[in-house]
């Protein structure tokens, strides 16, 4: 699998700057390694959506596209577990 790049939604870096800081380095480190592979084994697809993924990160959630024909991940939205879905 090739490099991928990564681009962030407007909404995603509001909701970054919303965590605890505690937890942003570990967010920050699993987007990264999104970047060498956008299918951890800890992915999961979206229902109802063909190109739409999470990943899990403590309490959090990020929400991300990927683009293979582009190469692209786009992270749409960072949230804490309970409030992710309701959007």
Do not use: C
């Amino acid at each position: 699998m090739g490099s991928y790049r990564i681009t962030w939604k407007h909404s995603a870096e509001k909701d970054l700057r919303r965590i605890h800081r505690s937890y942003i380095p570990h967010i920050i480190k699993a987007i990264e390694e999104l970047s060498h592979n956008p299918f951890p084994s800890r992915h999961k697809k979206l229902y109802r959506a063909e190109t739409t993924y999470r990943i899990r990160v403590g309490d959090y959630r990020i929400v991300y596209q990927v683009d293979k024909r582009e190469n692209l991940i786009t992270i749409y939205h960072i949230r804490h577990r309970r409030d992710v879905y309701r959007m």
